[in-house]
Each structure stands twice: as C-alpha cells, then as structure tokens.
C-alpha cells in the first residue's frame, strides 16, 4: 500500500525522472555545480526540509496537513536550547526536545479526535500561532546563545567524511520507509487516508492512529530543531518560519497525494531534493531569491498537476 | 407506439478506447411517450452509451437522428438543448440550496438590468410547475439536503423538464430506493410518459423493468443483443441475453441443516427511535434475511450489532469457544468473529487507493501480526486464497481494486472475512452488482453458511431474502414486527409487514 498501485511506471518515477534532469541541466550550466562540496552543500541545506517533510508525509497519507510544524521548530529549538544553557546535557536536552515536538503533535492529533475540529488546517492553524507565541515569550523575543561546544561539535559534525546532519536525516528516512512500508500503523496510516470509514469498519483504532501522525509530525519537527540548533549554533525563536509550506511542497512534488492514503519515503527525499537542487542551482547561477520563489512556486503547481493528469489516466484504465 | 419517425434514432454506433471496443454497431430508436430500458451486466456498454446519447461523450462512427433529422451532439449543453438530459443514479444537487434554486440551476429567471436579481417568484412558480407534472408534493422552498433520496430524483427530474427534456436518461434510478419510493417514482414515470416524454431506463432490476418498461434493448459486450416489447421477453430469456448464457436456477442449494448451537445473542438492542428494543438469535449455519423497507432500520441494525453505531441499551454475544463474549464495539466484534460487509462498497467497503491484497488484508489476519510488524508473506497467502476460493476476477494480488468490476470488488470485501469469522452481517451484499456475480455471491453465501458461520443478510431486494434465507425478520420504523420461515414467506407478506397494512401487491 505504498504507492498507488494503478500508476504506469513511467508515471510513478516522474519525480526521479525531474531530479535527474534537473541534475544535468545544473551539471551542463554551472562547473561549481558537480563538486563534492557543493553537493554535500546542497545535502546538508536540504535535511532540515527533508526531516520537515517526512514528518509532513506521515500526516498528509492520513489526508491530513500540518501546518505547525514551522512554529513547532521554532518552540522547540527555544525549550532545547535553554535547556542546555541551564545545564541539563544535550543528549538528555535533545531527548525532552523530541518528546515537546511529538507532545504537540499529539495535541494536534486530539484536537482533531477528541474536540472533533473539522479539519486539521484549522486545529494546526491554531497551534501554529499558539506555538509561535510560545517561542517568542519563552526566548523574551531574542536568540539564545551560548551553547555546550560539543553539542555543535557532534551534531553539526561529520562522521566518515559525511555531514552529521545528513546522516541523521538518512536514519530517519529509512526508520520511517520501515515504519509506513512494514508495520500495522503504517498500513493503518495508508488505510484510514484512503477510506476512514472502511479503516474503521475493519477494526483500525482510527483516533489513536490519527494521534500518532500528529504526534509523529511533531517529533519530526522537534528533530529538525536539534539539527537546525547544532548548525546555527543558537536557538532563534523564529526559527522555522513558513517551512511547513517547502515541507508540504516537497511531499507533493514526491508524488503524495493530497487526498490520502498515497505517498512513499522515497518521493518525498526526492522532492526535498529537487527543491534544494533547485534552491543551489539557481543561486550558482545568480538567479534572484524572488525569482527563485517564482520558479519554486511553478514547480510545485506543475507537480499537481502532473499528479492531476496521473489519476485522470488512471480513472479512464 | 406511432409509425412516424422515432423521436431520437441511434444507428450503428461505435466507440472504441484504447484496443478495447466499448461499442460496437448499436443500433436502436426511442420513440415518443415510450419507456425503453436499456438492460446489460456492468460492463456491457450500458454507460458509454448513456454518455454518447447525453452528450459527454463523442462516438467514433454511427449517426444520430432526432425526429428524422440527423444531429451531432458536441456536448452536454448541446444535448439538453436538444431536449436530451440525463439524471443519474446519485442525482447532481447543491444540497445547500433550495428544491426551487435547484430546479432553476443555470437557468435562473433575473430582473432585467446589470445586477441579474434574480426573480424569485418566477422561479418558484417554475419549480412547482415542473413538480406538479411529475405529481409529487415537495415544498419548492426546501433545501435538498434536507430531503429524502427519492426526492431528490425526482427534483432532479424536474430540473431536466425544466430545461425542457423531452427524451430523460434514467440510469439506476432506484438503486438506493425503497419499495414504495420506487412506486412513487413509477406513478411520475407514468405521468411523464403520458405527457408524451421518452424514458430511456437503466436499471438491474429485472422486476422493475418489467413493472414499467414497454421495450428492452440488451447489450452485451458492446453489441445490441436484442430489442423487444418488454411483454414478450421472460426473466430467463433476459437473464439468458444478458449473460449469454442459460442461468441460474440452482440459486437454492435446499435447506442446509441447521445447526443446534446458538452463535449470535442480541438482547434488547436499542438505540434512539431509530431501533426499538431488538433481539435475535441466530445459530449455526443458519441465514436470517433482514426486510424492510428504506429507513426501516435494517442497516443500523446490523451496524449497531458490530459495534460501529453506539447504543443506547441491549446487549450483543457471540458464543466463541464454549464462553459468551459481550461486544461493544467493533474492536470486541472483530476479536468475537463478527464481520460486517457494509451497504456501499466504495464509501464504506474499499480503500480504492489501495490493491486488492490490501484490501482484503485490511482486516488482518490474526497471524499476519507480530511485534507490530506485517508479515508480507501471510498477506499475500491470505489474499491469494481469497481470489481463488471467490474466483474474484483480478490479474493478482496487486491489481489496483478500483480497476475490478462491482461484482468483483464485492468479493473483495467479502474476501476479508473468510478467516476467522463466525458471524458475518451483509448488508445489500449484491447491490450495484450485474446478473452473474450476483448469483455466484449468493452461491459463495450459501457455502459460507453451509461451512458453519452464521449469516445475516440485510436486503431491499425481496427474491435475494427468499433464495437466501432460511429465516426472514421483517422490520419496520426501527423494530423487529414480524419473522418468517422459509415457508411462510412470500413476497407478499413480507411486504404486508414491512408497509404495515392488510393489504400490500406484491
């Protein structure tokens, strides 16, 4: 239940399919472009999105969207990083911030299956600003500096020549294509975005599951916010601003459709990648930020589109 | 039927998708004031045609004729200005808006001037000017979503008179009706018939076609197999066209033995004025059929016996080794060995993203779990085994469920509770579902029961309750007011529980 199964394969590796061109379009234009540096550079811009993403993909599979998670980055990496200039050790400050971001999401979850909100993009709506509102009080409104050294050290740090930051996204990539692909909860997620009420008539606990998307969604965020604290080396309580919306556009740009119960972990790394490669691409060539978020914008409704086109010739097979 | 020229002439008509021809060489003619059913199983080019006619879609060869001139339909509008208009099974409402807003839709009368206010006294005298052809009394101020189904089918029906139909496309108007709504329905058809407008009618329901049709046009596999006065064709001859082949007598299989050991316990069920106190006992390898007419309470009964609806009072067990288990909500129902194939496959039944393997694992086996984990293996086993013991038509385990026909998606949703049942509810088990598949899921029924589970079977489909059941309960506003046996029951005294009155046609 991966993947919608009507789909030609031509179809199905669209998104690889625009990588891959994007690839040597930006190899033919830019020489700086195909360097190990620059593409480790692009690698470790794009973890903070991608570990967004996943998180987003968990909750959009269910037909859901959150849109907190932004702020959520923003409250949590506040919560870390005065924890950690109070004294308590990174790992256990990294822990507590994990389990505020999975917390969160879990009210988001109840709001949706105990208040019985209409829709999550009002529930995540509301707690995108009450979670905003909280970072801000809680900072006084100003960065928070002065970290343990070796909190950046490690997890801004390299192992065996590889950014930290993309090894922890690639542990999160294949725990969570294990999680959606392997397990009962993962099948459940797919299930209940597909058709809730049969989910429900076979005996799938749709609330707990929809809470454990949310809560899911909200860890992912509070991980964005260990890695995003390590690079900046300081906790900035705007942190995280509007990312939800790159995260919502590389789930969908992978092929995630928006009314559930389809989307995989391999789309969506391939559309955080295609907006990173995007991003790194264009300021190689000197394009402007604005037209960047021009072309960004096109990308996005383009991908629709084609997904558009993609049920359209599945209805008619 | 007048010898002038028919009112709308199709003649050799074809359409092609892909390699796959939808039609092939249809030809027939609808003439004024007449009712014309078009019969066929799914697939059999039923809706390509309906599509071609309405105007959605574009034949690739044949011509078309209205009143002896020939016409091309470019497109919907094309159609409805023509005088063509179809209404389908779920009728295309606003349910937000009123019956009179509804009728008008497109259309509506405005003021002269640059603002278009739109005339509401004109609009309503429309309205209730198109509903008092069709004889029904539905308040033009109403919103739709808050009307019944059949009425919507008959505002919907308004809408095309309004636009000033004179040929109306029915297709399954009376799929989610109940016996007295589709009397209802017929007594308009009738008065629209008179007025000289022409019906084309789709439906699967033998009966039906037979209570209101004058002709019958078959298809099978694209082609025309015959046109007829509905008057000459015999149920088995129309089966026999249909299918191409003789069918279907052998439906009941004899009584199978009933067993002695009671599997199912329903006390005092209650919920609201939608179910009375409700009891029933049902044994081993026994059927009870469920009658009723629409909103008797049938499908909440079953729903609220699995757990999926709350109750207010009563309680449901089901005997699962030696001890009684209490249910009281689906996870308990599932866990006792109740199953429950829901009233509408794709709202309720199917995840239509997903495979068929998926879907019949949705309800996972109790051994294809461990630690969390899902063993791929089982599922494709269980899955497997459930394709070939329902002869679910499906290139495999991983063909995408929505591309299978009704009748095979049906078996899907039954396919999930061939393990570990013991209980299984079926609600409209074979609605929407063409001839065939029809009588190989009541076959697949009658093993399942014959097998030791014990079956209830909902139905608004009278023969389905006779051939099935070896017991038929009768409900009516949201109790049990009567049960039958095998041979007390007939159509007719069911029909005189269920309506409540002395004196019910069968």
């Given at each position: 239940m991966t993947s919608d199964p009507a789909t030609p394969w031509w179809q199905r590796l669209a998104p690889l399919l625009g990588l891959f061109i994007l690839f040597v379009v930006l190899s033919l234009s830019s020489p700086y472009f195909l360097t190990r540096d620059n593409l480790l550079n692009v690698l470790r811009q794009s973890t903070i999105n991608a570990i967004l993403a996943l998180g987003q993909l968990v909750v959009i599979i269910t037909a859901g969207i959150d849109l907190s998670i932004g702020s959520v980055v923003g409250l949590t990496i506040v919560v870390l990083t005065l924890l950690m200039r109070h004294g308590t050790p990174p790992l256990a400050a990294a822990l507590i911030t994990l389990g505020v971001g999975a917390l969160i999401g879990l009210g988001n979850g109840l709001l949706l299956t105990r208040l019985r909100l209409p829709h999550p993009f009002i529930s995540t709506l509301g707690t995108l600003n009450v979670a905003r509102g909280a970072a801000l009080l809680l900072a006084g409104g100003v960065p928070i500096s002065g970290l343990p050294p070796g909190f950046r050290d490690v997890v801004a740090g390299s192992a065996l020549g590889i950014p930290m930051p993309v090894v922890i996204a690639a542990l999160a990539y294949a725990v969570t294509h294990v999680f959606l692909g392997r397990t009962v909860y993962g099948r459940d997620l797919y299930a209940i975005g597909g058709n809730r009420e049969a989910a429900r008539l076979c005996g799938i606990p749709v609330d707990r599951r929809l809470n454990l998307a949310y809560a899911l969604s909200g860890g992912a965020a509070g991980l964005a916010a260990i890695v995003l604290a390590a690079r900046m080396n300081s906790g900035f309580p705007l942190a995280g601003t509007g990312a939800e919306l790159d995260a919502i556009a590389a789930v969908i740009i992978g092929g995630a459709s928006f009314f559930g119960g389809v989307g995989t972990v391999g789309g969506t790394l391939i559309g955080a990648l295609i907006i990173g490669f995007l991003r790194n691409g264009l300021n190689l060539l000197d394009v402007s930020a604005f037209w960047q978020m021009i072309v960004i914008g096109v990308v996005i409704v383009v991908a629709v589109w084609i997904d558009v086109l993609r049920q359209r010739v599945g209805r008619s097979a | 039927m007048t010898p002038a020229p028919p009112l709308l002439e199709v003649r050799s008509l074809g359409k092609r998708f892909g390699a796959q021809a939808a039609l092939t060489d249809v030809s027939l003619a609808i003439t004024k004031g007449e009712i014309h059913a078009v019969a066929g199983e799914n697939g059999a080019g039923k809706s390509t045609l309906m599509a071609i006619l309405s105007g959605a879609l574009a034949a690739d060869e044949g011509t078309l004729a209205w009143e002896g001139r020939p016409v091309v339909l470019q497109d919907v509008k094309a159609a409805q200005s023509l005088g063509i208009s179809i209404v389908h099974q779920e009728p295309q409402l606003v349910p937000s808006l009123s019956v009179a807003e509804n009728i008008g839709l497109g259309r509506l009368p405005h003021r002269a001037g640059p603002v278009r206010l739109v005339d509401r006294g004109a609009m309503q005298a429309s309205a209730r000017e198109a509903l008092a052809i069709l004889g029904v009394s539905v308040p033009a101020e109403a919103a739709v979503g808050a009307i019944g189904i059949a009425q919507r089918q008959l505002v919907a029906i308004a809408r095309a008179l309004r636009f000033g139909a004179r040929l109306i496309i029915l297709d399954e108007p009376t799929s989610s009706l109940s016996l007295d709504e589709v009397e209802a329905l017929f007594t308009s058809l009738r008065a629209l018939k008179a007025r000289g407008t022409a019906l084309v009618y789709i439906s699967h329901r033998l009966d039906e076609l037979r209570a209101i049709a004058d002709r019958v046009t078959v298809l099978r596999d694209g082609r025309v197999v015959t046109t007829a006065?509905?008057?000459?064709?015999?149920n088995e001859a129309l089966i026999a066209a249909m299918s191409g082949r003789e069918l279907v007598s052998d439906l009941q299989t004899g009584p199978p033995p009933p067993g002695t050991e009671p599997l199912l316990r329903v006390r005092g069920l209650s919920q609201g004025r939608r179910l009375r106190p409700v009891s029933l006992e049902l044994r081993a390898g026994e059927v009870l059929g469920l009658a009723g007419l629409?909103?008797?309470?049938r499908s909440r009964l079953l729903r609220t016996i699995f757990g999926a609806d709350a109750r207010d009072g009563g309680s449901v067990e089901v005997r699962a080794a030696e001890a009684w288990r209490e249910v009281h909500d689906v996870a308990d129902a599932i866990e006792s060995g109740l199953g429950l194939v829901p009233e509408d496959r794709r709202a309720l039944g199917?995840?239509?993203?997903?495979?068929v393997g998926d879907n019949v694992g949705l309800r996972t086996p109790r051994n294809a779990r461990r630690w969390g984990f899902l063993s791929g293996r089982v599922l494709r086993a269980v899955a497997e085994k459930a394709i070939s013991a329902l002869r679910i038509k499906a290139s495999g385990v991983d063909a995408p469920v929505r591309t299978l026909s009704g009748g095979n998606q049906q078996k899907v949703v039954l396919g999930r509770w061939l393990r570990d049942t013991r209980v299984l509810l079926l609600d409209e088990p074979t609605r929407g579902v063409d001839v065939s598949a029809k009588a190989e899921i009541h076959r697949h029924l009658r093993a399942l029961a014959a097998s030791g589970i014990a079956l209830v079977v909902a139905s608004s489909e009278i023969p389905e309750l006779l051939a099935l059941s070896d017991r038929i309960a009768v409900m009516r506003d949201g109790a049990v007011v009567g049960e039958l046996t095998r041979d007390q029951a007939t159509p007719a005294e069911i029909l005189r529980l269920a309506t409540g009155t002395e004196t019910a046609a069968s």
């Amino acid at each position: 239940m991966t993947s919608d199964p009507a789909t030609p394969w031509w179809q199905r590796l669209a998104p690889l399919l625009g990588l891959f061109i994007l690839f040597v379009v930006l190899s033919l234009s830019s020489p700086y472009f195909l360097t190990r540096d620059n593409l480790l550079n692009v690698l470790r811009q794009s973890t903070i999105n991608a570990i967004l993403a996943l998180g987003q993909l968990v909750v959009i599979i269910t037909a859901g969207i959150d849109l907190s998670i932004g702020s959520v980055v923003g409250l949590t990496i506040v919560v870390l990083t005065l924890l950690m200039r109070h004294g308590t050790p990174p790992l256990a400050a990294a822990l507590i911030t994990l389990g505020v971001g999975a917390l969160i999401g879990l009210g988001n979850g109840l709001l949706l299956t105990r208040l019985r909100l209409p829709h999550p993009f009002i529930s995540t709506l509301g707690t995108l600003n009450v979670a905003r509102g909280a970072a801000l009080l809680l900072a006084g409104g100003v960065p928070i500096s002065g970290l343990p050294p070796g909190f950046r050290d490690v997890v801004a740090g390299s192992a065996l020549g590889i950014p930290m930051p993309v090894v922890i996204a690639a542990l999160a990539y294949a725990v969570t294509h294990v999680f959606l692909g392997r397990t009962v909860y993962g099948r459940d997620l797919y299930a209940i975005g597909g058709n809730r009420e049969a989910a429900r008539l076979c005996g799938i606990p749709v609330d707990r599951r929809l809470n454990l998307a949310y809560a899911l969604s909200g860890g992912a965020a509070g991980l964005a916010a260990i890695v995003l604290a390590a690079r900046m080396n300081s906790g900035f309580p705007l942190a995280g601003t509007g990312a939800e919306l790159d995260a919502i556009a590389a789930v969908i740009i992978g092929g995630a459709s928006f009314f559930g119960g389809v989307g995989t972990v391999g789309g969506t790394l391939i559309g955080a990648l295609i907006i990173g490669f995007l991003r790194n691409g264009l300021n190689l060539l000197d394009v402007s930020a604005f037209w960047q978020m021009i072309v960004i914008g096109v990308v996005i409704v383009v991908a629709v589109w084609i997904d558009v086109l993609r049920q359209r010739v599945g209805r008619s097979a | 039927m007048t010898p002038a020229p028919p009112l709308l002439e199709v003649r050799s008509l074809g359409k092609r998708f892909g390699a796959q021809a939808a039609l092939t060489d249809v030809s027939l003619a609808i003439t004024k004031g007449e009712i014309h059913a078009v019969a066929g199983e799914n697939g059999a080019g039923k809706s390509t045609l309906m599509a071609i006619l309405s105007g959605a879609l574009a034949a690739d060869e044949g011509t078309l004729a209205w009143e002896g001139r020939p016409v091309v339909l470019q497109d919907v509008k094309a159609a409805q200005s023509l005088g063509i208009s179809i209404v389908h099974q779920e009728p295309q409402l606003v349910p937000s808006l009123s019956v009179a807003e509804n009728i008008g839709l497109g259309r509506l009368p405005h003021r002269a001037g640059p603002v278009r206010l739109v005339d509401r006294g004109a609009m309503q005298a429309s309205a209730r000017e198109a509903l008092a052809i069709l004889g029904v009394s539905v308040p033009a101020e109403a919103a739709v979503g808050a009307i019944g189904i059949a009425q919507r089918q008959l505002v919907a029906i308004a809408r095309a008179l309004r636009f000033g139909a004179r040929l109306i496309i029915l297709d399954e108007p009376t799929s989610s009706l109940s016996l007295d709504e589709v009397e209802a329905l017929f007594t308009s058809l009738r008065a629209l018939k008179a007025r000289g407008t022409a019906l084309v009618y789709i439906s699967h329901r033998l009966d039906e076609l037979r209570a209101i049709a004058d002709r019958v046009t078959v298809l099978r596999d694209g082609r025309v197999v015959t046109t007829a006065p509905m008057a000459e064709m015999t149920n088995e001859a129309l089966i026999a066209a249909m299918s191409g082949r003789e069918l279907v007598s052998d439906l009941q299989t004899g009584p199978p033995p009933p067993g002695t050991e009671p599997l199912l316990r329903v006390r005092g069920l209650s919920q609201g004025r939608r179910l009375r106190p409700v009891s029933l006992e049902l044994r081993a390898g026994e059927v009870l059929g469920l009658a009723g007419l629409m909103g008797s309470g049938r499908s909440r009964l079953l729903r609220t016996i699995f757990g999926a609806d709350a109750r207010d009072g009563g309680s449901v067990e089901v005997r699962a080794a030696e001890a009684w288990r209490e249910v009281h909500d689906v996870a308990d129902a599932i866990e006792s060995g109740l199953g429950l194939v829901p009233e509408d496959r794709r709202a309720l039944g199917l995840v239509l993203t997903a495979t068929v393997g998926d879907n019949v694992g949705l309800r996972t086996p109790r051994n294809a779990r461990r630690w969390g984990f899902l063993s791929g293996r089982v599922l494709r086993a269980v899955a497997e085994k459930a394709i070939s013991a329902l002869r679910i038509k499906a290139s495999g385990v991983d063909a995408p469920v929505r591309t299978l026909s009704g009748g095979n998606q049906q078996k899907v949703v039954l396919g999930r509770w061939l393990r570990d049942t013991r209980v299984l509810l079926l609600d409209e088990p074979t609605r929407g579902v063409d001839v065939s598949a029809k009588a190989e899921i009541h076959r697949h029924l009658r093993a399942l029961a014959a097998s030791g589970i014990a079956l209830v079977v909902a139905s608004s489909e009278i023969p389905e309750l006779l051939a099935l059941s070896d017991r038929i309960a009768v409900m009516r506003d949201g109790a049990v007011v009567g049960e039958l046996t095998r041979d007390q029951a007939t159509p007719a005294e069911i029909l005189r529980l269920a309506t409540g009155t002395e004196t019910a046609a069968s």
